[in-house]
């Protein structure tokens, strides 16, 4: 049972009652009316399925982050992949997440209140705490603390600096995850982890150490002391893939993967050139799962195929006529059906990612350990993800290109280039990573429009906001720069 108002939908993010400052979230969400569900395992069903296909649906992921960070690329109607994205796909964004997510998940805050469920609660808040974080990645300042406060007429709520929202996150996340109780009340309707709550307490202190590292440079001391306490050795984190945070999509109506539906009327998308040359060159055996063969040859040395012959990425950001120009669309490698079928699961964290952090977190010296070994257990867990293990993993690692010893003056180097490769599909993750490690080093798209020669680093606003919420949009915007897709994130120091 989404929050359907769309004439609200269409002008603000609708609110929260979560203080980022204050961290009084659920008094400020609790209403002294009776629960306005009867049953919240419907909201949770729904708000869980509705919005990880949101997250990988064409604004924000086909047509938005894969196509920056270079792990898609485009062979038809390309202005995205120029970087000309239309004004809608930044209002759809913001809308489908404030009004439908957002909501979803703070009315599930509320009703675990009420029908005294704390799991129920820390589930809400984990979350509303991840697409908050989404939102805020995407766009910088946002509104937080005033958000989602429709019952108290807040239709025009300000914007929080990304510092405020990434405090209010950490500091919710953490007492999430104190909240759970293991063998507590059941959560019902829940298709992410199937009312597991140890599997939700690895992944609200997992997404925890997530966004502590991405403040890493700019807050280096609360990062360090939020990431010390995560890697203490006794908070459980996700540990194993069988316990990544991913939704598995049944494949069949309405329960579809976004990107199959895509696909079942689309044939816009291929795999960019930039992530099959660096494959082919590791002799990644990543390869054939990311990216289907080529299936007839190519007209056009744009899309001349890589080392091994049978993978043809395509640079990002060609023009309509030259996207044209390299021939059939089958002359072009598509995306893997890991990624396309429809029962391909919405990736939300990994225990990839987690070993990535680590081994991060080690070789700036914010915890003991072994750095290489983080690293080493990182790529095979991403390959292990895939069924890849034994041998090939093995070689792979041994390769110069891959072994190179990690040092607190190359950590960003050699962990950002594998960490994208990792996160491949992951659209979200990858475009943030990318921005805060700055590697891999990606070439600006062909024909770049509007951005002076530069990958975007941010999404402009949506133009509701600085026509219904004008002051405080202006406000975000004196403080934060220009609202343009260069302008630079609060975390994105380097």
Request: hydrophobic share 40%; aromatic share 10%; charged share 20%.
């Amino acid at each position: 049972m989404s929050f359907t108002n769309s004439k609200l939908a269409l002008v603000l993010p609708l609110v929260l009652g979560l203080s980022a400052c204050e961290n009084n979230f659920d008094a400020l969400n609790t209403t002294p009316n009776n629960s306005e569900v009867s049953n919240p395992a419907f909201i949770l069903t729904g708000a869980l399925r509705s919005n990880v296909f949101r997250l990988y649906d064409v604004p924000a992921s086909q047509d938005g982050a894969l196509l920056i960070i270079q792990h898609w690329a485009k062979v038809q109607y390309t202005n995205e992949d120029r970087y000309a994205f239309r004004a809608g796909s930044y209002q759809s964004i913001w809308d489908g997440f404030y009004a439908g997510g957002l909501q979803d998940f703070n009315l599930l805050v509320r009703t675990g209140q009420e029908q005294n469920n704390p799991n129920m609660q820390a589930v809400g808040r984990i979350m509303r705490s991840y697409f908050f974080s989404i939102l805020t990645d995407y766009y910088g300042d946002i509104p937080y603390s005033q958000a989602l406060r429709i019952e108290e007429n807040v239709l025009t709520p300000k914007y929080d600096t990304q510092e405020q929202v990434y405090t209010g996150l950490l500091t919710d996340l953490k007492e999430a995850s104190n909240q759970i109780q293991i063998n507590g009340p059941a959560v019902g309707g829940d298709i992410l982890y199937n009312g597991d709550m140890d599997r939700w307490k690895r992944f609200a202190n997992s997404l925890r150490l997530r966004l502590a590292m991405r403040i890493s440079d700019v807050k280096e001391a609360q990062a360090r002391a939020e990431i010390a306490e995560l890697l203490n050795g006794s908070t459980p984190l996700i540990s194993s893939n069988a316990q990544n945070a991913q939704l598995v999509f049944s494949g069949s109506a309405p329960n579809t993967n976004p990107i199959a539906v895509n696909r079942s009327t689309r044939d816009d998308h291929r795999v960019s050139r930039s992530i099959t040359k660096r494959l082919a060159v590791l002799n990644d055996p990543r390869l054939p799962i990311y990216a289907k063969p080529a299936e007839c040859k190519a007209s056009n040395d744009a899309a001349a195929p890589d080392s091994t012959g049978l993978f043809r990425g395509v640079r990002n950001g060609l023009t309509n006529g030259n996207a044209l120009a390299l021939g059939p669309l089958c002359s072009t490698s598509k995306v893997g059906d890991a990624f396309t079928k429809a029962d391909a699961p919405g990736v939300l964290m990994t225990y990839a990612e987690v070993l990535f952090l680590k081994a991060e977190a080690v070789a700036r010296g914010f915890v003991t350990g072994v750095a290489q070994a983080e690293y080493n257990n990182a790529i095979t867990a991403s390959m292990n993800q895939y069924g890849i293990t034994g041998a090939p993993v093995t070689a792979y690692l041994a390769q110069p290109s891959v072994s190179t010893p990690i040092t607190q003056a190359n950590y960003r180097e050699v962990i950002g280039n594998q960490k994208w490769i990792a996160l491949y599909g992951q659209g979200s993750e990858a475009w943030s990573e990318w921005r805060r490690l700055d590697y891999p080093r990606l070439p600006v798209a062909a024909a770049s429009t509007g951005t002076g020669g530069r990958i975007p680093v941010r999404f402009r606003y949506p133009a509701n906001e600085q026509s219904l919420n004008t002051a405080n949009y202006q406000e975000a915007v004196a403080r934060q720069g220009a609202d343009l897709l260069v302008t630079k994130l609060w975390w994105d120091k380097f």
